[in-house]
């Protein structure tokens, strides 16, 4: 059996092969676009296994070569240290590691989203670029019109764009400007209807199991489609590959950071690794279980009079991700009376 060590970049990819014995049996460097060389490089290998860091640009190399491989294995670059805090690094050194952890059976693994999960991350996260665009160019239309003391709370209606802008006498290049964020604006906002209706036909065809739960997640008040298909898309349907709701929300980044020193522990806030998207929607989803629900408004409370609101927030959420991981691992509907519960390890 032969492993293969493959160091990835944007351009160029850098392979060591070992043998069962750790000994370097052959190396090699391609260019990314030259598939038909590394194909013809690992096609002389006989039966091997593979590893590749999953950085962001790893699932063509996987599908290329996987058909050849016994195995292909995504390691976790964050807890693949070694070769970060390598003194003497280099292409060859990284896959030479690489191939020596995948031997040793010691490389940590990352998880590979299927290729469904990986439509539903491409679209819901177009959705939430297309929104941050479409926030922005609103900030910057009401900074114009604020000059001209036309601002209104229903200023991107219709009728509320045509009362604010008549009466007052813009400048030609304010009324330039304006004329063209806003068409900019109108443009991402049919762009978002366009994206909100895909969606809606991908959560339709759904296999049982996204399906399954789809419906348990639309049992918590609050919670709607958008926060559906974040968590969904950033966690998948099976969350059994999380241990433990520790475990789902280390990957959330929603666990705190801890420093104790002489016996004594400091607050550091939350790690936030992981997903930005993820935590956002579950802070958003948050605030409004607090609004929709007596008991999730009591923890709030609770939380917010020894930490503040910001914290008490993010304590919401992270209770509300362990309601969530409970409620997909076992099948269960949301169940208000067991809110105030602790949350299983």
């Not at 280099?90 to 299927?114: G, N, W």
């Not at 604010?164 to 762009?191: M, N, S, T, Y």
Request: positive net charge.
């Amino acid at each position: 059996m032969n492993y293969v060590g493959i160091d990835l970049h944007k351009k160029t990819i850098v392979l060591c092969v070992m043998d069962q014995h750790r000994a370097v049996r052959h190396r090699g460097s391609f260019a990314c676009g030259d598939t038909e060389a590394i194909l013809a490089f690992v096609r002389r290998l006989g039966p091997f296994r593979a590893v590749v860091e999953a950085t962001a640009s790893y699932e063509w190399l996987v599908e290329l070569i996987e058909p050849l491989a016994e195995k292909v294995v995504l390691a976790n670059p964050k807890k693949l240290r070694v070769i970060a805090e390598s003194t003497k690094k280099t292409d060859k050194l990284d896959a030479q590691v690489l191939a020596e952890f995948l031997a040793r059976d010691m490389i940590p693994e990352a998880y590979r989203p299927s290729p469904r999960q990986r439509e539903h991350r491409t679209l819901v996260r177009h959705r939430q670029y297309l929104r941050q665009r479409a926030t922005a160019l609103k900030v910057k239309m009401r900074r114009i019109v604020s000059d001209y003391n036309a601002d209104r709370r229903d200023l991107f209606t219709a009728a509320g764009w045509q009362a604010a802008l008549q009466g007052i006498k813009l400048r030609d290049g304010d009324r330039f400007v304006l004329d063209q964020l806003h068409a900019q604006w109108q443009g991402l906002e049919d762009q978002v209807r366009e994206l909100k209706r895909r969606l809606q036909t991908f959560a339709a065809a759904a296999p049982p199991r996204e399906a399954e739960a789809r419906a348990k997640l639309e049992t918590i008040p609050g919670v709607g489609p958008v926060t559906i298909n974040v968590v969904l898309s950033e966690l998948g349907s099976d969350v059994r590959r999380f241990a433990s709701a520790k475990a789902v929300t280390a990957y959330a980044g929603l666990a705190p950071r801890v420093r104790q020193s002489a016996g004594k522990g400091k607050d550091l806030g939350i790690t936030k690794e992981g997903s930005p998207l993820l935590r956002w929607a579950l802070v958003e989803a948050s605030w409004r279980v607090v609004h929709h629900s007596a008991s999730w408004r009591r923890i709030y409370e609770s939380i917010k009079k020894r930490a503040g609101g910001k914290k008490a927030i993010v304590a919401v959420a992270r209770r509300l991700l362990c309601v969530i991981y409970a409620m997909l691992r076992d099948g269960t509907n949301y169940d208000l009376l067991r809110v105030g519960e602790p949350q299983p390890s």
